[in-house]
């Protein structure tokens, strides 16, 4: 290979290609050069922070003469590190999409958005090579291969031959992958198979040619690379520590000081601190120096000592372990295999793999000491007693290089301890880690949000040395980390949103790795047993955590910790405290409907169209749209402190950097009438800015108020934290729901009343209510304090009526008075104020007035009815059994945005002053629509096209609008393409996810006589939605929270309550099944609280309460089931108690729970819950244009107006478009061939006027219309076969569309078009349609899930789910199957880890705005075993096409089930701890606790009791 360092840039070598990137790029990510320069699409940046691995790509290099591919996050290598090196990408993986691993990926239903498989590609293909150019299983544990993904109507495995990978090694290969679509089942089972099947490199195919080696550029013997990085930094690469040493010196020299050089080693340091300095104009690489590679063991006086360089990787590190394990395993160092073997385990713990085979520990160290990164290497080497080397650096050519050596934890505690002045400069060489003594025992761990790729609550590390004879601890050191109450992830906000707040002193305090002295000590000299355990336990807690300040939460999350290590290290005994196992990769199995062959390819699993070429990297997202000359990247700058007054820019520094071309402002933007432009959905005043005006007001903080646009996006992004705002005083920002209840800051949702069911009604219009039969006259028979019906909406509510009426008051005041100085109309107007509706601020439109009196009426009825003693609602059985009264309050959360794809625009100005954007949204005709108003052009000139979505989930319903206007408008401004893509903090930031609610309840149960399980007799919930400054489409939340609120239960007497606060948070918008989980998790949490304080099964409760099909009547020919609120379901198609039997017995569920009951009995420290849940999602529904082509070939072009963001929506099209095609050729010929059929972009030009994409319901809509459509084209091609073929009844598709062709054009009708819905459909009204075909449906399903929770430490295991679901005859029952499955671990990550929280303090800006500290599922999250049973003998509904249901949304409903599960082993960790611990811990056996979602690790180890590890494990050793 030429030389690396090319003066007129750096060459690499990318997938077989030399690539030249230019000096001016050489610093820039690699990610941005591949994508920006090096033409490459398959590198994806979903986070730019490490933490994703969606652009993961590999660098070949030579290990024990074979080739290695070590993978990487080009996000946050910079392009000068790869310089004379080969890389692959997913592109250029053998045989591209005909890859081994596209075909698994696509043959296991691997990809839906296909935005994270790229990345899961490199990281499955690059763990398989390795571990075939190893030549053996990967790693230690059995590879779990054989049944995974196994389904009833096939096989995925390999052939029971020995996998080249095992379970381990695949697990670790994936961890530091994300995807948000999948709910990884099918990725793992896909690289599973590829681990049976492949035996060698050979199998995987040929890489692109690695390079020839690179000559040693300029830096021979010690010398000093040096390369220009452009913008006048320099790179200094010495190749020895003396050289590096001088350099420094030199540097420190140069500069006095600190300030203009850096050491860089792996490039991972800034994914967590985004705030560093870019501007240095020296880095100084410690990559090239051999001595800080070393990882060897030496000899020494006091024993063997093992010595890691400080630029070797964690990885490396550990992989260094395993061989001295493996080497010392039974022999004579057997105390130094199990402390390597250990270490090794929890260094794999660290971020993912793609991080750990670049960080260094030097790096892993040095952030430690100056930025308290929550390091596990500390806690990991400080536990086994390692001192730190360091070179100090100074000017003084003397004394510059001196060695200090100190102890590891002590350096970190502070630097003064050890020589090292305050401020200096040091360089970290390497640690030294004394190996353990014969006799030591080494045990170290770590508690996190996910079992791997997330930073760590609190870890620990101990090791313990006992007499020979056993009888005493001769020695102990424990180490521990924990979060202190600047907490990490706060600091990590605030460093990331930069500028917001004084981050230096945040860091203060963010972490402590300290020595636990105290509980040492009480150790030392003791006989190792749980009574000296508890004994130092009671010092750690009273002592050492307390002296670090660490909060109760995580102290007790650290004490469990330290109380596993102890007990593990001193060898007590199994019934002792230990740790839980690390999580085997989820498996499954699957059972589906049998295809149907008539009806193909309906029906049938076909592979997903495009999976091949996402899993290759080449389906082009909205990003890949050409890059043309000149464009320009575009970066936002936004608020940092909601309530701020606005009062100016200073733009000037961002303006000076190289590239930057223009600052524009909203005054710049939209100078029109519409002054900012609008983003709102418009059903709300107010409507939100695109941009905050400034002189003004910031909303919340992150709010968009200014573009910076730049020749890169790197230099955008750079230029837009380069702008000065200028901020004045902050004001009446509203942060929580009591303030804003205090406040009567509400949205006026009654006025969604009409979107409501039947029976709906509008309490004040401040809030929205539903009730069925008589609420109050149940409550008050069953004695219910009356207070309770008034939750915190009702009183919000009611405050906000009484506001609204004083201002009517005010207002016919006002009018009367304007009235009597005029003479006329005076009557007039002092009678509409009086008239004025309780919400004063809009008038109740006539559709919810005719609701309200409809449902008084309804509601009087009722009531006369329970009075007369009548059916149809009142207090069931009155007369009857006893009542008991359950009041409650809950709360959920809320859940943010995380589709691997960021918002994303690309626009640019068309001829005639049109506009061409292309976004990545959720429906064409709300972008166009959305710039047309904020450009004030008439719609036909905007075109708005997007080919498909990385995952919408409904983020992208609306909120696509804001960024599509705003690459418009700067495009419009300056005539030139303008691309603009969020980076995940400000998209996370930016838009608000879902509405958290606070919940109160009133439930009345009735007693049975013959003591089976109580009726619910009456259900009163008062909800409050937490909405954000602007009302956008929250609305849906509460909305859709009412329409479930009853669930599948006869509840004769409810009434539900629900009001929207503003808050000055970002928007809140859709999140997948929005309102619907919300509602799901308040009535079944109800229930679950019923069950406890009525002592019933809540399995029992929940069947006894179900809702029935009412007895069969046989003049009734389609009977209908009504629910509690007045929907109607037809009674066949309710099946919700034959999927609970099929659950509860022949899945074993019910036998399942007698098993938890018996572990529970017998194991204190680990205990199980275990819940079922069912679901009712109910549809709702429109239509969606399609127009279907025939081309003279015989092709054919689909145009629907659905948009494809992994649901599988352009499969089940072509699917439907083929079989209704296939209709016009004899049944020789049938099915058409899918392939000859192109599902064609989304675009307003060619299909406008279908909405948005969402609601579960496009797919179905989109095939009904693309059925129709097709069924017509076949009908004119059946005539025209007749015509054409008498003689020849096997006449082929081909022949059939060549007869068609004329020299002006075809002969017949070769397109159609269709605007209709499933109920147009022939099915609809077809001779097996039982009566009328009601507009929508529900859809149902069941679910068990069995978690397993560490009692000690709150942490969780999801060890399975059972899910039965009824979609009807699916379309394709593998994507419906990868929906269900992806929806519930989409849902387990709102009910375990997904924590959004807004802190007043430093501007009410998102703490968790980054991969660091938002935590969607990772692979090791998904429940072990994930079985999905798809109804094969469903009923058939004769309104979803072909008999299919919906299915993106309904299944993330059960994820409820986790949560359920979770609080019943909390609740029987506490039941424990009553009987071991007495009463004194505050708990009592029976007493119900709810446990609130996310249960995050410290949030389930508080609900598991108050107590103490002390206590518990003194008192389990009594
Ligand atoms: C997504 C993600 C997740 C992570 N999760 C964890 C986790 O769970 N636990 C954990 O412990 N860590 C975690 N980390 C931190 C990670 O281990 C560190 O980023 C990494 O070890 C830093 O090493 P580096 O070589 O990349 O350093 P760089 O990023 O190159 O440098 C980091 C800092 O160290 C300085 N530096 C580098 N080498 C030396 C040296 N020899 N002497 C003195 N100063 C030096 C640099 O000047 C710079 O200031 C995570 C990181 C990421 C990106
Ligand atoms: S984009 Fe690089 S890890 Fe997420
Ligand atoms: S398929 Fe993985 S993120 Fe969409």
């Known amino acids: 290979m030429a030389p690396a360092a090319a003066p007129e840039g750096i060459l690499l070598r990318v997938d077989g290609r030399d690539v030249v990137c230019p000096a001016e790029m050489a610093n820039a990510p690699l990610a941005a050069f591949l994508k920006g320069k090096a033409g490459v699409k398959s590198v994806k940046v979903a986070c730019g922070e490490g933490g994703c691995g969606a652009c993961a790509v590999a660098v070949l290099e030579e290990k024990d003469g074979k080739t290695h591919l070590r993978t990487f996050n080009s996000c946050l290598a910079p392009v000068y590190a790869l310089r004379g090196k080969a890389v692959v990408t997913a592109e250029g993986l053998p045989g591209g999409a005909a890859s081994k691993v596209a075909e698994a990926f696509d043959s296991h239903h691997a990809s839906q958005c296909g935005y994270c498989t790229p990345g899961f590609a490199i990281a499955c293909h690059a763990a398989l090579h390795n571990a ?35 379970g381990e090694g695949l697990r670790q290969a994936l961890d530091g992958n994300l995807c948000r679509c999948t709910g990884y089942r099918p990725i793992v089972a896909a690289c599973k198979s590829l681990a049976g099947a492949v035996a060698d490199i050979e199998d995987l195919g040929a890489l692109p040619a690695p390079p020839a080696p690179a000559p040693p550029a300029a830096a021979a013997d010690g010398g000093v690379e040096v390369l220009p990085l452009g913008h006048g930094q320099l790179l200094k690469a010495p190749h020895s520590l003396s050289t590096l040493i001088a350099e420094a010196g030199a540097l420190v020299a140069a500069a006095d000081g600190k300030g203009g050089w850096r050491l860089v080693a792996g490039s991972t340091g800034h994914g967590v601190y985004k705030d560093w300095p870019v501007d240095e104009c020296v880095l100084l690489s410690v990559t090239e120096v051999p001595e800080l ?148 025992r080494f045990w170290s761990s770590r508690v996190a949000e996910r079992y791997s790729n997330a930073a760590a609550v609190a870890n620990a590390a101990v090791q313990a040395k006992l007499s020979a004879d056993g009888s005493t601890v001769e020695s102990v050191r424990i180490v521990y980390g924990a979060r202190t109450p600047a907490s990490t992830d706060k600091v990590v ?56 300040g660490v909060p109760p939460s995580t102290a007790a999350v650290a004490e469990g910790l330290v109380a596993q290590g102890v007990a593990a290290a001193l060898g007590l005994t199994a019934a002792a405290p230990s740790r839980l196992p690390p999580p085997p990769l989820v498996d499954g199995v699957s059972d589906l409907p049998a295809p149907v062959p008539e009806l193909a390819p309906v029906s049938h699993p076909t592979g997903k169209i495009g999976a091949k070429l996402q899993a290759s990297g080449t389906a082009h997202y909205t990003e890949d749209a050409p890059v043309h000359e000149g464009a320009l990247f575009a970066a936002l700058v936004t608020a940092a402190r909601a309530g701020a007054e606005l009062k100016g820019f200073d733009p000037s520094p961002a303006l000076a950097l190289p590239g930057v071309v223009r600052f524009l402002t909203a005054a710049d933007l939209f100078p029109g009438p519409t002054g900012a432009g609008a983003n709102a959905a418009d059903r709300f005043p107010g409507t939100e800015p695109l941009l905050a005006p400034v002189p003004g007001r910031a909303d919340f903080a992150g709010q968009p108020i200014g573009v910076v646009l730049a020749s890169s996006p790197w230099m955008a992004a750079r230029a837009a934290k380069a702008v000065v705002v200028q901020y004045g005083e902050v004001t009446d920002a509203v942060f929580t729901i009591e303030e804003a209840l205090d406040k ?39 004695g219910a304090p009356a207070a309770v019906s008034h939750g915190p909406a009702a009183a919000a509510a ?114 005639d002053g049109s506009v061409v954007v292309h976004s990545a949204c959720q429906g064409t005709d709300f972008v166009q629509a959305a710039v047309s108003v904020a450009l004030g052009l008439p719609l036909n000139k905007v075109a708005a096209r997007c080919r498909r979505v990385g995952g919408g989930f409904g983020g992208k319903a609306t909120f696509a609008r804001r960024i599509a206007c705003l690459a418009a408008a700067a495009a419009v401004a300056t005539g030139r393409q303008v691309r603009l893509q969020l980076p995940r903090n400000l998209d996370l930031a930016l838009h608000g996810g879902r509405c958290s609610t606070d919940v109160s309840y009133t439930a009345v149960l009735e007693e049975q006589e013959d003591g089976s399980a109580p009726k619910l007799a009456a259900l009163d919930v ?43 948070l970002p928007p809140r ?129 689909v145009a629907c107006y659905g948009i494809e963001m992994g649901q599988g929506l352009f499969t089940k099209v072509a699917q439907v478009a083929a079989h209704a095609l296939g209709e016009a050729l004899p049944a020789s010929q049938r099915p058409l061939d899918m392939g000859l059929i192109k599902v064609m972009d989304n675009s307003s030009e060619l299909l406008p006027n279908g909405g948005v994409t969402g609601g579960s319901t496009s797919s179905e809509l989109s095939c009904a219309s693309v059925r129709l459509a097709c069924l017509k084209l076949a009908e004119g091609l059946k005539k025209q076969a007749e015509a054409k073929f008498a003689d020849k009844p096997d006449y082929t598709w081909k022949e059939l569309l060549t007869s068609t062709g004329g020299i002006m054009g075809a002969t017949i009708a070769l397109s159609a078009f269709a605007h209709g819905d499933p109920t147009d459909l022939p099915e609809a009204a077809g001779p097996d349609t039982p009566g009328p075909v009601e507009p929508d449906y529900s859809v149902f399903g069941v679910a068990g899930a069995l978690v397993e929770v560490d009692v000690l430490t709150g942490e969780r295991r999801v060890l399975r789910s059972d899910i039965v679901f009824d979609l009807g005859r699916p379309i394709n029952s593998a994507i419906d199957l990868g929906q269900v499955e992806g929806a519930f671990v989409q849902g387990m990550g709102m009910m375990l880890a997904e924590k959004a929280t807004y802190d007043p303090s430093y501007g009410g800006g998102l703490e968790q705005n980054s991969t660091w500290s938002y935590k969607p599922p990772a692979a090791s999250c998904a429940p072990q075993q994930l079985n999905v049973t798809l109804l094969s003998d469903a009923p058939l509904i004769f309104n979803g096409p072909l008999s299919s249901k919906a299915v993106g949304e309904p299944p993330l409903l059960l994820s409820s ?62």
């Open 1022 to 1064: 008062h909800a409050v939605c937490q909405g954000g400054a602007y009302a956008d489409i929250s609305w849906l939340d509460p909305a859709a929270l009412l329409s479930v609120i009853d669930g599948v239960y006869r509840i004769p007497n409810i009434r539900a309550e629900v009001a929207l606060t503003r808050c000055s």
């Open 798 to 911: 009611a405050k906000a009526a009484a506001a609204a009426k004083a201002a009517a008051a005010a207002k016919a005041a006002a009018a009367a008075k304007a009235a009597a100085a005029a003479t006329e109309g005076t009557d007039k107007v002092a009678e509409k104020g009086a008239e004025a509706p309780a919400g004063p601020v809009i008038e109740v439109p006539a559709e919810g007035k005719a609701l309200v009196e409809a449902a008084k009426e309804e509601e009087e009825a009722r009531a006369r009815g329970a009075a007369d003693g009548g059916g149809g609602g009142g207090v069931d059985g009155a007369a009857g059994g006893k009542k008991r009264v359950v009041t409650g309050r809950y709360q959920t959360p809320s859940q943010l945005h995380f589709y691997m794809e960021t918002q994303t625009a690309v626009a640019w100005p068309d001829e």
């Open 744 to 782: 009567s800051l509400l949205y006026p949702i009654g006025l969604m009343a009409a979107w409501m069911p039947k029976g709906s009604s509008l309490g004040p219009a401040m809030s929205l209510c539903v009730q069925g039969g008589a609420v109050e006259p149940a409550l008050a028979a069953a």
């Open 293 to 440: 590679k070393r990882l060897d063991v030496a000899e020494s006086e006091a024993g063997a000592v093992l010595a890691v360089g400080a630029g070797v990787t964690l990885e490396a590190l550990a992989s260094g372990l395993d061989g001295l394990a493996a080497a010392e395993a039974g022999g004579k160092g057997a105390a130094a295999g199990q402390w390597a073997a250990e270490s090794a385990a929890h260094l794999r713990r660290i971020a993912g793999k793609h991080v750990r085979n670049s960080a260094t520990v030097g790096g892993n160290l040095a952030l430690a000491a100056e930025r308290s990164l929550p390091s596990d290497v500390a806690t990991v080497l400080g536990g086994a007693g390692a001192t730190v080397e360091l070179a100090l650096i100074t000017a003084d050519k003397q004394t510059n290089g001196s060695i200090v050596r100190a102890d590891l934890i002590d350096f970190l505690a502070t630097r003064a301890a050890c020589a090292v002045p305050t401020g200096a400069s040091y360089i970290i060489t390497a640690v030294h880690v004394p190996l353990p003594a014969a006799g030591s």
């Open 1069 to 1197: 918008t859709t999140v997948r099944a929005p309102g619907d989980i919300q509602g799901t998790m308040i009535i079944e949490q109800i229930l679950e609280h019923v069950a406890a304080e009525c002592g019933v099964d809540p399995e029992q409760l929940r069947a006894a309460n179900l809702l029935q099909p009412p007895a069969a009547d046989p003049a009734e020919e389609n009977p209908i089931i009504m629910t509690s609120l007045g929907k109607r379901i037809p009674s066949r198609l309710y099946t919700v108690p034959r999927m609970w039997h099929r659950l509860e017995v022949d899945a074993g569920w019910e036998a399942l729970k007698a098993e938890v009951a018996d572990f529970n009995a017998s194991n204190l420290w680990t205990k199980r819950g275990v819940a079922l849940v069912p679901a009712r999602y109910g549809m709702w529904r429109g239509r969606k244009p399609a127009y279907v082509s025939i081309l003279a070939d015989g092709t054919i072009q």
């Open 493 to 548: 906000a605030a460093h990331n949103a930069a500028k917001t707040v004084n981050v230096t002193a945040a860091l203060l305090d963010g972490w402590v790795a300290r020595r636990a002295a105290a509980a040492e000590a009480a150790l030392v000299g003791q006989s190792p047993s749980t009574a000296a355990l508890a004994t130092a336990l009671a010092a750690l807690t009273s002592s050492d955590l307390a002296a670090a």
């Open 1457 to 1518: 089930a986790v949560l359920m599960a979770l609080q019943r082993a909390a609740n029987a960790a506490r039941s424990t701890a009553v009987t071991v611990l007495g009463n004194g811990n505050g708990a009592t056996a029976n007493h119900f606790q709810p446990l609130l979602a996310p249960a995050t690790v410290e949030r389930v180890r508080a609900a598991c009791g108050g107590w103490s590890a002390a206590e518990l494990v003194k008192a389990s050793s009594a």
């Open 132 to 166: 075939a150019a190893a030549g053996a299983c990967g790693g230690a544990g059995g590879c779990g291969n054989g049944s995974n993904g196994s389904t009833a109507n096939g096989s995925n495995g390999h052939d029971g031959a020995k996998p080249v990978l095992d």
